[in-house]
């Protein structure tokens, strides 16, 4: 299975934010041990560098926790496609669609995601971290 992880998620375990990392944890831990496929696009790796700092993460910290993940997840590609369809899509918020379209790109089987509503209008599975994590051993 490959998921697409929405930046909250990314965000969630980089800063250790107490009442979710632990689902982050184990959906990466997934990840790490290659039973799935973590996708992440290039907007998660700099809105979470920039939302560590304000948590008073040390930059250097920040820097090698994203290395160390991603080493073993994908990065989609933000196509100037992906970006038209984000631009011209009937969104309530840009960086939304933009995930979206990159992440359906990348082909994936779904996005995980702490704000389902932000993907309402998503044709692929969305998916809360608990509610991932629910789904059947056979999915991995």
Known sequence: MKVFIDTNILVDLVCDREEFVE??????????????TLVL?????????????????PEYALIVALQK?????????????????????????????SQYYAAMEAGVDGIITRNPKDFAKAIIPI??????????????
């Open 23 to 36: 689902a982050a944890r184990k959906i990466f831990t997934l990840g790490y041990e290659k039973k799935i």
């Open 41 to 57: 696009s290039p907007l998660s790796y700099i809105n979470t560098f920039y939302i560590g700092k304000k948590y008073k993460k």
């Open 69 to 97: 993940i991603e080493s073993f997840t994908e990065t989609a590609n933000f196509t100037e496609s992906s970006m038209r369809k984000s631009l011209y899509a009937d969104w309530k918020d840009l960086e939304d669609a």
């Open 127 to 140: 998916w809360q971290p608990q509610d991932f994590l629910a789904l059947s051993p056979d999915y991995f």
